[in-house]
Structures are given as C-alpha cells and as structure tokens.
C-alpha cells in the first residue's frame, strides 16, 4: 500500500467543456503517477485516485467517442 496523498490546499480544476449545470468531475493535477478526481457539487465529499495510466486511457476514450454523447 502507497502513501494516501495529501490534498490539503489543492486547486481542483473544471474541465472548460463543463457547461451543464454543474453535473462534472474536478481533477487535481500535478501529482506524480496519480489523478485526484471528485464530483463537482460535493467537493468535501471523497476524492478517487487514478493512476496516471488509467485517468489517461480514460481521457483517450472520451475523445474518441466511446461513451456515446455524455
């Protein structure tokens, strides 16, 4: 198991696409090997870690359409 990573402080960053009401997710990024992720309209609530790898196959999926129009 690897050290929990402290968020204390972070600047959580909206994707500029998110025009919807609020409905997204905010990233922290700028931590090395993971990706902080947390829903937008409950930022106390729990934060995910993605490794690196897999937030950056997720990202490429998005891009590429495989969700459908979400």
Do not use: H
């Not at 025009?19 to 922290?28: K, L, P, R, S, T």
């Not at 937008?40 to 490429?60: C, I, N, T």
């Amino acid at each position: 198991m690897t050290d929990p990573v402290d968020l204390t402080g972070v600047s959580w960053v909206k994707s500029s696409y998110s025009n919807n009401g609020g409905d997204c997710i905010e990233v922290a990024p700028g931590f090395p090997g993971v990706m902080p992720v947390r829903d937008s309209k409950d930022p106390e609530g729990p934060k995910l870690m993605f490794s690196a790898e897999a937030w950056a196959s997720f990202v490429q999926a998005a891009a590429d359409g495989k969700f459908g129009d979400v």
